[in-house]
């Protein structure tokens, strides 16, 4: 679990799990533009970033038991989790395996870049795409963020732990359960051309609580290229929980 900025005194965590390939890092830039009262935390999925070392894994379950583990030994109440694309998966089976296990559940689940868990996605799968294939889908998904694939040097080294993200991604199956009680907000890119508003939109189904879409400019990885817009939303509604009794 990395902080950029730790505060133990913060009024609300907010727990942030990356993208397929994505290292903890990607969420640095967030934390300086959030609330003071926020505390961001990142966490480091096995086999990326200071991590490198370990196999990544290729199954969601096993980092479900993870993530929940971690969150229950090193973070104290209240807490906000955002997931983005592989995340957003990985945060709200989080939540409800906290909610199974009756243990404190975050203040709102917040999901990026990705489509509701019970809509079967109508894409191709990628994970197993011979290397040239796969380099050559994930380029053409975001040319700016997966150009490093291109470089022979770098693809040996990266490419092992996408390819076990996706794995994890496409070999997921959702299982019905009852949805969550806290508020849920799904957010996209509006030149994400993977990711149609009504995918966004279907994640209402999974929470009993508050919900809305919010569209930010920018493709897959508005993460990065709209950070500062993607910032203010996100303060707008951590401020509101602040404000309210979490």
Known sequence: MQRPRPNPDAGLRL????????????????????????????VELPGHGRRLREKPRTCLRPLVEEVTDVLIEQVRPPF???????????????????????????AALFVAASGAPHRPSTGPQIHD???????????????????????????DVMLPVVRADLTAVETYVYEPGPPLDCPLVAFGGRDDPSLPRSELA?????????????????GHF????????????????LERLLDGPC
């Open 222 to 237: 508005f993460l990065h290229s709209s950070q500062a817009s993607f910032a203010r939303v996100l303060t707008a509604e």
């Open 129 to 155: 795409l011979p290397k040239a294939e796969l380099v050559e889908q994930l380029v053409r998904l975001d040319s700016s963020r997966n150009a490093p694939l291109e470089h022979e040097d770098l693809v």
């Open 15 to 42: 727990i942030c799990l990356p993208y397929s390939g994505g290292r903890a890092a990607a969420f640095k830039g967030l934390a300086a533009e959030l609330p003071g009262d926020v505390e961001l935390c990142a």
């Open 202 to 218: 279907a994640w209402a189904e999974q929470t009993a609580g508050d919900f809305s879409v919010i569209l930010l400019a920018g």
């Open 80 to 106: 906000v989790l955002l997931g983005y694309s592989l995340g957003a998966l990985l945060a709200f089976e989080v939540a409800r395996e906290l909610a199974r296990d009756r243990r404190p559940g975050p």
